[in-house]
């Protein structure tokens, strides 16, 4: 049984961390690892990342240059739900793959490549991160689904 979701924009990877990352035509999410390729991959609690075009947007208005899908270091980027309202042990279907909400924000460091470049980032106040559960593949225009608990 599945909640609400949300419809993924992009899905981002880069190659080393304390870069911005780059949209790619798919990810493979693997338990205990993470997203395939992704310099963020590891058996740790942020093994994924997701921000929502909605925080995206708001920024946005506030500068002169466009917000790339990537720009916050956001593996996946999509539309639909307030992320950063899930609790901590959501889970949610990403494409194919299950995962599970292990932290909403993060501490910024100062010197990341967003905010030197704009002045602020969204991702300590409204990105979320999880680890995979259930390996799958993701894409541009499939699903996050909030996943109903059975009773």
Not at 54 to 67: D, G, M
Not at 80 to 97: D, F, H, M, N, Q
Not at 110 to 138: H, K, N, S, W
Request: proline share 6%; net charge negative.
């Amino acid at each position: 049984m599945s909640g609400p979701s949300a419809v993924i924009k992009a899905v981002c990877i880069s190659e080393k961390k304390g870069e911005q990352k780059h949209p790619v035509d798919s990810i493979r999410l693997l338990p205990h690892h993470g997203i395939v390729g992704d310099a963020h991959a590891g058996d740790w609690h942020r093994q994924v990342s997701l921000l929502g075009t909605e925080s995206v947007a708001r920024l946005q208005k506030k500068i002169a240059f466009p917000l790339l899908p990537g720009a916050f270091a956001e593996n996946i980027l999509c539309e639909g739900l307030v992320l950063y309202e899930l609790p901590v042990g959501t889970r949610l279907r990403i494409g194919s793959a299950l995962c599970e909400v292990t932290q909403i924000g993060k501490e910024c460091h100062a010197d990341c490549a967003i905010r030197r470049q704009a002045g602020d980032c969204v991702m300590p106040r409204e990105g979320i991160f999880a680890v995979v559960l259930e390996e799958g593949q993701a894409r541009p225009g499939d699903l996050v689904e909030v996943v109903a608990e059975e009773p």
